[in-house]
DNA sequence: CACCGATTTGGCAGCGCTGCCAATCCGGAC
DNA sequence: GTCCGGATTGGCAGCGCTGCCAAATCGGTG
């Protein structure tokens, strides 16, 4: 009646599939329920610019009367910077990387902000792809896995002007913040502790290391930590496939094949640790008397085998929620080392 | 020189951080560059619609010239639907869950789709919330875990008229599309087994049952099956805390020191399987001859135990990416029971 | 009762793209 | 050379919201 004359139009409504959902409810079809201004409406929803109280009530009124949602594709159109956050990630199979989306999201939803991710398989023209398909959506910012990334990825990243963060790992030079930890050293503190242990004979059990950049990074970090304590490797294995337990469990089975005296195994993570430990269980190889095994990440199901693992616990979770934390705030490009915590565990 | 007196203006540009990034290139200057339309552009870059080689030649070398990146929220808004959908997990802490993501992202991917996600804690108040929240997107599809929501949640879904599909769980009724299998049949099936092998004093380890359903549906259809098999619960530990190896070790420590005659235990899921196979091997239990165990999921690192894990394999990534295409292909409301697989193991 | 500054409000022009429609072009048929 | 149908192209009005600015309103003050 009050609105006269629109009566046809708003029987003209598309009835779909279970007879719900209609011409989508606007902020315009707000303002009109409440009788205030669209830009009051927009407003008190954002409480953002001053309104009175008495137009709060009428608007939130209206608001749930109405079922409305806003659409902040239009809102976010209209002003400049959306509220999302790319996430790039090389993999979903190893728990490391939604433990970093975990901290992100966290992070992320506290500050009203949203994710999008996608995921590289370890393949750095896939992220170039995807990072072109998430600059897309005019992201606030964007958070990518490792420093290495080829010169297509780089230059999207730097010509867009969106923030970028790059995780887990500080050895080398990033675009703009970078949140991490050493791998290098991680490796190097792994083969000290092996060395200052009395293990001589140790032996390498990785996955592969030509995609997994961070991974040999720490393996050429514990060939270092050898070689400062006068060690070399004295045998590896090396399977060109992601990590699991799977493959650390028959690259040792393989690698105790060709140097059965080896008296430690350095796993490339505690997946692959796992599987080895599963090894020497179904072998009965005395674990760490016959044989000492060390792994990477510090998982908590390493902490709860029988012999808690050796291995070196990293802050992914804080990586992703300091990353988050960091792009949301418009902090200015730095270098945040989280560091890393050796774990003596019982396995070496 | 061409477009005469723009010099001002294109002069006047922002520029930020690195003098990288400036007033970000639109359609408009592609099709000024290429000496064509707007919306010739918008043809070519979306292939959709006709025009001459020649043009496309000439866009393509515009848009690779100036660096353009489509702006997908102009185009979302522009056009009606988005090429988004939306995830919602309970939980990236339990790698089901990050496998239901990488089938579905594989899947979206394929269809030229993304995914946003949000993570709800087993907390339907929080599902709620993220529900809204990703509506607000007006994603083209919604994809969710298990069948209840609360009806503030169900009245949002209904009312968006966004395509919803509801996985892992076919036991009640769903909103739209239902992908999954049937945890009570899950569980039934479990206790059947058991039963069939002979195992007569049976335990019960779980976690938070009141936030995890389909928890709640396998331990009912657990005990229906026992019921069926002439036998009850020998006893049952709850921990009211979410899944994980630490709670199934000490889950099945505190029930044995309660019911110290078992001699089988059904875990919630694996990784609480796998804690009871640690405090098992720490304890000297002889699996199975004095301990059966049996899981729930099927993951990769109980068949690699020594003794590979009596469970049921249930299909995740097929689910994320079954649930993804149907979305994407407009499919009607349907039921997909994807089943799942008994593993015998040799744990049980 | 007119007047003033502060508070609250509404109007409207874009944000960058797509969809529609009309205009133009092209190659052959007549 | 003219005409015709299909292929190709450009113009422009929105999509729903925000940001800016001007207008209206309010509550004292002199």
């Not at 023209?125 to 005019?138: K, N, T, Y």
């Not at 190097?188 to 200052?196: C, N, P, Q, T």
Request: glycine share 12%; aromatic share 6%.
């Amino acid at each position: 009646m009050d609105e006269g004359g629109n009566e046809v139009f708003e029987a003209d409504r598309e009835v779909p599939r279970d007879g719900f959902a209609r011409r989508p409810i606007t902020l315009a079809d707000v303002a009109r329920e409440a009788r205030v201004g669209e830009s009051t409406v927009s407003r008190v929803l954002r409480s953002h610019g001053s309104f009175s109280e008495k137009t709060r009530a009428r608007v939130e009124e209206a608001v749930a009367r109405l079922g409305y949602v806003p659409n902040r594709i239009a809102g976010t159109l209209a002003s400049t910077g959306s509220r999302l956050i790319g996430i790039v990630i090389p993999s979903l199979t190893n728990i490391v990387f939604p433990d970093l989306l975990r901290g992100a999201t966290m992070a992320l939803e506290q500050e009203g902000f949203q994710s999008v991710i996608a995921v590289t398989d370890y393949d750095q023209d896939r992220e170039e792809a995807v990072v072109g398909s998430l600059l897309s959506w005019r992201p606030a910012g964007l958070i990518v896995t490792g420093l290495e990334h080829n010169s297509g990825t780089r230059r999207r990243l730097l010509a867009s002007g969106v923030r970028v963060a790059e995780l887990l790992d500080t050895d080398g030079p990033g675009l703009d913040i970078v949140v991490g930890y050493s791998n290098r050293a991680a490796g190097e503190a792994s083969a000290r502790h092996l060395a200052g242990r009395g293990y001589r004979r140790i032996g390498y059990i990785g996955h592969d290391l030509t995609k997994d950049r961070r991974a040999a990074k720490r393996y050429a970090g514990f060939r270092d930590g050898l070689r400062a304590a006068g060690l070399t490797l004295a045998g590896e294995e090396r399977v060109a496939s992601p990590s699991s337990v799977e493959v650390g469990r028959q690259g040792l089975f393989d690698l105790l094949a060709r140097a059965p005296d080896l008296d430690a195994a350095y796993f490339s993570n505690d997946d692959m640790a796992l599987g080895g430990y599963f090894h020497c269980l179904a072998h009965g190889i005395a674990v760490p008397g016959r044989l000492a095994l060390f792994g990477y990440n510090g998982l908590d199901v390493g902490r709860l085998m029988p012999q808690p693992l050796a291995t070196i616990r990293t802050p992914r979770v804080e990586a992703g929620a300091t990353a988050a934390r960091l792009l949301c705030a418009g902090a200015p490009a730095t270098v945040v080392d989280l560091g890393f915590e050796l774990i003596e565990g019982a396995t070496a």
